[in-house]
């Protein structure tokens, strides 16, 4: 095969933008096994201390726990939620639920910082800052649109004469719900809640505006972490949750190949 | 009809300045085979899903066995429903999905498995009970969507378009397996085509639609020997339209004219006045073909199609146009070739004159 000087140019291209992507990330990965107390790489030998310290810190694997459970709590949430208001949408399937569906996906398009304003002037009403309801309140809204994306996508490769086929065979509108529509619509709801889960799990504009002392998630902590100091257990944590993210990636792929 | 299992009465359906449906009235009787007919946009499937319970019509009403169910959702309906589109619910086995309208029902498990077997025997699918939908071809998923719909014992099944999506030679066996289904099981079958052909060969009563509006309804033969209108007759088959003057009358006999050409036509049930003009329809089949002379009219071939088992002659007339014939080829006799000369004419029954629109 012959190599035009403009699929050279291409390739380079694409490998240049990938290894912009790729190489901050990487670069956390030898900064992390520094023997160094301060950010920077390794000076004479590799060392694990910096995972050594991350995990027997009470403070780090309290911020992680906290982010974990926060991000499952808002999964499911926003799951529940986004997939009955789809769900209701694409049942009524009237001029008025197609402006719902857009308006719900709005959100998406506000800057984070004017939305935490928003949350934070409420919040202050309703005597939620600080608390780690007010924190899953927050993000469960932040991650509405993409459940409900998701689950519409799913929705829309399901026959509508489903439903009035399961009506005609006797099911209500609730049984046809949770024993057809549901079961159908499973693969988007998972992966919905997966968003989800990322949204909160990452999210740190809206927990600087609304919690002071009490929550503490793994973000706020990092954040915190290199304002106060220049810890390099910043970097083992940053390449601890890359693998995390790697093995979820591969185990969600061989998941697909295999279903 | 003495006691109708469903009745329908005045329903109207309006879709903004669309009457989908505009005043119909029916009855169905108990253990029937109706057909639906109508060309698309004619309102069947309005109908259809108006008796279902999924239409809610704008006025009328529906009653079964004399009950006013309306308003009443489709799940309480108790009528099976089959879709062109098949509609199986893809998580399901093929097992579960028929089993779907017992287990609503919350029916013993063992009964559950005993009926899905006998109804997928019913369709002759019994060795693809733990296959998906997905792994079935087109005319065995819509024998599963059957055998579902069945298999709750339904006071109705309705079925809308339920071959439209299969191939022909398909369609013709499914054609003659769901009328000996309904023989069998004695279940009211309301179903819905645009296939003529469908219509003719199954239904024990056709119901023809056009507009929202009912054309003509009645058994097959009725409706296609002695159609009301020339919708009807142009829809059902084919017909030849002839315009003529009815020059005299006894009793049910009339002599009409058009032009110099001069037939007899039987107006059983009609009022042709002598004087008036009326619109005849005649099949093209009832037309006999002979040499010259020897029949009242005679015209030139025109054009001529073979089609296997008949053979269809255009002849051109001075009067009446162009004239199609249809005749069967293992006795026709005559050689039609284009620019021949043929004698052509019918019984008075074979021609039936048409209510204005
Ligand atoms: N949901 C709807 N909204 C607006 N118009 C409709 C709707 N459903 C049907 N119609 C109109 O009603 C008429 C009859 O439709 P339908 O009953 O589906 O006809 P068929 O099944 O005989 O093809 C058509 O003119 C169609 O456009
Ligand atoms: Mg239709």
Known sequence: MKTSPFRIFFNTGAWAVLAFLLLPLLVVIPISLTDTSYIGLPKEHLSLQHYENYFSSAEWLGATWTSIWIGVAVAIAATVLGTAFSIGCWLISSRASTIARWVLIVPILVPPVVQSLGFYRFWVKLDLIDTYFGVILAHTLLALPYVSISVFTALANLDRRITQAARSLGASVWQTVISVIIPAIRPGMLTGGIFAFIVSFDEIVGVLFLTVRTVNTLPKQIWEGIQESIDPTIAAVATFLVVLSLIATAAVSLRKKTA | ?357
């Open chain 2, 1 to 357: 009809m003495s006691n109708p299992i469903l009745s329908i009465r005045n329903s109207v359906k309006r879709y903004g300045p669309v009457h989908a449906l505009d005043h119909v009235d029916l009855d169905v009787a108990e253990g029937e085979f109706l057909t639906l007919l109508g060309p698309s946009g004619s309102g069947k499937t309005t109908l259809l899903t108006a008796i279902a319970g999924f239409t809610d019509l704008s006025e009328g009403s529906v009653s079964l066995r004399g009950r006013d169910i309306t308003n009443e959702p489709p799940e309480h309906r108790d009528f099976g429903m089959v879709f062109q589109g098949y509609a199986l619910f893809p998580t399901m086995t093929v097992r579960q999905n028929v089993g779907f309208p017992l287990k609503i029902r919350k029916r013993p498990a063992s009964e559950i498995r005993a009926r899905v077997d006998e109804c997928l025997e019913l369709v002759q699918m019994g060795a693809y009970a733990d296959r998906m939908p997905s792994q079935l071809s087109g005319g065995q998923q819509q024998r599963i969507a059957l055998a579902r719909a069945l298999s709750f014992k339904p006071q109705v099944l309705l079925l809308d378009e339920p071959l439209s999506a299969l191939d022909k030679k398909l369609r013709a066996d499914l054609q003659w397996e769901l009328k000996a289904l309904h023989d069998q099981l004695g279940v009211t079958f309301i179903y819905v085509t645009h296939d003529q052909d469908e219509a003719l060969s199954m239904s024990d009563r056709i119901v023809i639609l056009k507009d929202g509006k009912i054309q003509q309804s009645g058994i097959p033969d009725t409706l296609y020997n002695k159609p009301r209108t020339r919708f009807v007759a142009d829809f059902l088959g084919k017909s030849n339209f002839l315009s003529v003057k009815v020059k005299s009358r006894e009793g049910d006999h009339l002599e009409c004219v058009a032009g110099e050409a001069a037939f007899p036509v039987d107006a059983t049930g009609h009022s042709g006045t002598v004087g008036n003009s009326a619109e005849i329809a005649l099949r093209p089949e009832r037309i006999r073909l002979t040499e010259p002379g020897k029949e009242f009219l005679t015209g030139t071939v025109k054009q001529v199609s073979y089609l296997g088992e008949r053979c269809q002659v255009l002849l051109t007339h001075s009067v009446l146009g162009q004239i199609l014939v249809s005749c069967p080829t293992w006795k026709s006799g005559i050689n039609p070739n284009p620019g021949l000369q043929l004698g052509f004419g019918w019984d008075a029954d074979a021609c039936v004159i048409l209510e204005a629109e």
